[in-house]
C-alpha cells in the first residue's frame, strides 16, 4: 500500500493535469511520452552517438510518436535540448536562451521595450549605493 504522502502527490498531480489537460498540453504529453517509455524500455542502455558508451537517458525525438525514444547521454542530452555552448548568431560563449551577451541584449530590447529602461534604472541605484 502506498504511502499517505505519495497518495496526496498523486491525487496533487492528478488535479492538475485534469485542469491543465488543453492550456500546457506540452507537459501532458511529455507525461504520457515518458510513462510510455518506461513501460516500454524499463532497462537503461548506453548512448546511441557514436563512439559514446556512457548510460543513456530517454529522448523523445517527437512528442507526439511516444514509443520512438533515442537513448543519449546526461552530455548528448543537454546538447539537443540547448544547444552546444555557442552563440546562435556568432562563435561567443553563450550567455542565455542561446546567445551571447551581446547578442541576448539586442533580442530582450527588440521583445520587450522597457528592458533598456529597467537596466539604466538598476544601474543608476547601484552606482547610488555603491558610490561608484
Not at 35 to 57: F, H, R, W
Not at 81 to 93: F, Q, R, T, Y
Request: net charge positive; proline share 3%.
Amino acid at each position: 500500500m502506498p504511502s499517505k504522502d505519495l497518495e496526496v502527490r498523486r491525487a496533487t498531480w492528478r488535479r492538475w493535469a485534469e485542469k491543465n489537460r488543453s492550456k500546457d498540453s506540452v507537459a501532458y504529453k511529455k507525461y504520457l511520452a515518458r510513462q510510455a517509455a518506461q513501460a516500454k524500455y524499463p532497462e537503461l542502455k548506453t548512448c546511441s552517438v557514436l563512439g559514446c558508451y556512457e548510460i543513456g537517458e530517454r529522448h523523445h525525438p517527437d512528442y507526439q510518436k511516444r514509443l520512438e525514444i533515442v537513448w543519449l547521454c546526461k552530455t548528448h542530452h543537454e546538447e539537443v535540448h540547448h544547444g552546444i555552448n555557442k552563440c546562435k548568431l556568432c562563435d561567443s560563449k553563450r550567455f542565455s536562451r542561446g546567445y551571447c551577451s551581446k547578442h541576448y541584449k539586442q533580442i530582450r530590447k527588440q521583445e520587450d521595450p522597457e528592458y533598456a529602461t529597467r537596466v539604466s534604472e538598476i544601474r543608476r541605484k547601484y552606482h547610488e549605493r555603491t558610490g561608484k
